[in-house]
């Protein structure tokens, strides 16, 4: 047997592996929440440090569109870099460069050197760095927790990417910027170096692994292969292991109509909810907050809905949820309606998220996770800005609620081919597919219905 840390770990003793799994657990789960918050002040900041410059709205709009358009751009080398390297190092990495940039915005700022051009190549960096942030983090997590406490960590961490993303973060940056905006980008800095103290912690090691004919998992040798050829090489293995596997591909393909769907709901709703709905700002506020709300729902509620209708149909709640968001505003556009639906879309985003993740970390080998997460990444995140070009168009040629319309159609289509290929069986497999870890007897994290076996 190598001495590999991996098959170190294949022996050690089950209270130290206890104490390693709970340490790296609160590790995970603080660490999401420093950076998210980070993240979510950022996504408030830049934007309102470009209309204090005198932004145009388009030039506004570009601000925000450089933190996301980094995952078209690298997302698939990046997945590479994460399958080749230790990916507690690179998170590490990532933070320190957020960081950084987050510094260098703050000195220019209080130069008096800011300028759109500044806001967009610092929004490319800090979007570049999340990629990589991202991609390394969930990669990290079978490795940091074993299987049976697997789906209650993924539970804890989507849960605080809901709320320190889509609430604490946009409301204190947006609070810090009202106080100044050197406030918000040193809040954001320190929130950083804080996550990369904390992903030090991590317990474990966190270089990608593979098993060899004996089923011993051990560190492999660096890529033989080298250059721009063996960098497209190792991405095509990954999107082509995505594709052959029937489960991921579903879930794949249907979460990029559903992440189209939710971009469409969020470039509509300002405009809805104040021409329809006759709401005022603070009323399209709590439409938004539904949303996380449900989040938080999801993520307090996924053991219990997985065991009362089994991960299938938890699954199929995120279409049923996406489904009322769109199709309320389309028939029914009262306020409250509105909000109740997107509360239930936000909840089965959640169950989605957990239990897709879950999933996908029992089926994927470790050496294969950076470049997976990235290829499915890409297929969901990438669908954002064209889910928004195409409701703006909708909405500018047949009105909103026609284009609300069209996007129920859309998610309604799914029912059929996710029905078709999400079945018990295909579930059961990942339910007792061994990818390297822990082969627990208790798998109800990902079973295929209700019932514990």
């Avoid at 047997?1 to 390693?20: G, H, I």
């Avoid at 849960?159 to 940056?173: H, I, K």
């Avoid at 810090?176 to 040193?186: D, E, K, S």
């Avoid at 090489?233 to 559903?258: C, K, M, N, P």
Wanted: proline share 4%.
């Amino acid at each position: 047997m190598s001495d590999t840390p991996a098959n170190q770990a294949l022996v050690a003793s089950p209270d130290k592996e206890r104490s390693r799994s709970g340490r790296n657990e609160v590790v995970l789960v603080a660490f999401t929440a420093m950076t998210n918050m980070a993240d979510g002040v950022l996504k408030i900041t830049l934007p309102l440090l470009a209309v204090g410059l005198g932004g145009t709205p388009g030039q506004v709009a570009v601000v925000g569109l450089t933190l996301t358009l980094p995952w078209l751009l690298v997302s698939l080398p990046v997945g590479v870099l994460a399958d080749r390297a230790d990916r507690r190092r690179l998170i590490i990495l990532a933070d320190l460069v957020r960081l950084v940039t987050a510094l260098a915005l703050l000195v220019v700022a209080t130069g008096d050197g800011l300028s759109m051009a500044v806001l967009y190549a610092a929004g490319l960096v800090i979007g570049a760095a999340e990629v990589v942030a991202n991609t390394a983090t969930g990669a990290v997590v079978p490795a940091a927790v074993p299987r049976r406490r697997r789906a209650r960590a993924n539970a804890w961490i989507a849960g605080v990417e809901t709320l320190a993303n889509e609430f604490c973060g946009p409301a204190v940056g947006g609070l810090l910027v009202g106080v100044g905006a050197a406030l918000a980008l040193g809040s954001s800095a320190a929130a950083f170096a804080v996550g990369a103290v904390l992903i030090a912690l991590l317990a474990g090691s966190f270089r990608p692994v593979h098993r060899g004919a004996d089923g011993l998992a051990s560190e492999p040798e660096p890529e033989a292969r080298e250059g721009v050829a063996g960098v497209i090489a190792e991405i095509g293995e990954g999107l082509r292991f995505l594709w052959r596997d029937r489960l991921l591909r579903t879930l794949s393909l249907t979460i990029t109509v559903l992440a189209g769907a939710w971009s469409a709901w969020l470039a509509l709703m300002p405009s809805y909810a104040t021409a329809v709905l006759a709401a005022d700002p603070r009323g399209y506020g709590l439409l938004i907050s539904a949303i996380g709300l449900g989040g938080l729902a999801g993520a307090g509620l996924t053991a219990v809905v997985n065991r009362l209708l089994g991960v299938r149909w938890a699954l199929f709640a995120d279409l049923v949820g996406t489904f009322l968001m769109m199709v309320v505003p389309a028939v029914f556009p009262v306020a409250w309606a509105v909000g109740v639906a997107a509360f239930a879309g936000g909840m089965g985003g959640t169950l989605w998220t957990v239990n897709s993740r879950t999933i996908a970390q029992a089926l994927v080998p470790d050496r294969l996770l950076g470049r997976y997460g990235s290829a499915a990444r890409l297929l969901g995140w990438g669908t954002l800005p064209l889910g928004a070009a195409l409701a703006g168009v909708l909405a500018e040629v047949y009105g909103l609620r026609v284009a609300f319309a069209v996007f129920a159609v859309a998610v309604a289509a799914l029912t059929v081919p996710f029905l078709w290929n999400v079945t018990a069986a295909q579930l059961r497999r990942a339910a007792e597919s061994d990818t390297g870890e822990d082969s627990d007897a208790d798998h109800e994290n990902i079973r295929p219905n209700g019932n514990r076996t």
